[in-house]
């Protein structure tokens, strides 16, 4: 079985992550989201709300299982859950090379897990979690940050900032 694991801080969930997730169900027989738990990483959102945000938006993908993980490294973690690739999203060069580095260090710890990389079309590539949160809160906010998160998302984020 082809099991995999796209983990990140999923705060909030955008659409360039769903473009990786779409690609990533029809990789592997089980795909894994895993939200990273970094205890000096300010989140906007809680762990279990990133987690019932994932789940809402990939409902109906039987191949999908939500998760979370906190005080290991990724590729440990994917062991553990018998998971035997880690998918992840280049966005730029920059992006590239910060990964290869994490790749060949998962790869000293373990090389039977593989890690694969994926590059989205330039019209979800720039999108970040953090770039949807440097959007929040001047004036007109909500209608530019819409084009970037999915619709539960997005409600999630009025909910967030009543104020909107």
Known sequence: MRKGVYAGSFDPPTLGHMW????GIRMFDELVLAVGVNPDKRSLFTID????????ITKGHRNIKVDSYENQFLVNYAKSINANYILRGIRSYKDYEYENGIRKINEDIDKEVTTVFL?????????SSSLV???????GWEKVVQKYVPRYVYRKLLDKNPGA
């Open 133 to 139: 949160k440097g959007l929040i809160g001047p004036e």
């Open 20 to 23: 990786i997730i779409d690609r």
């Open 49 to 56: 709300e990133r987690l019932e945000m994932l789940r809402e």
């Open 119 to 127: 590059m989205p079309p330039e019209e979800v590539c720039g999108i």
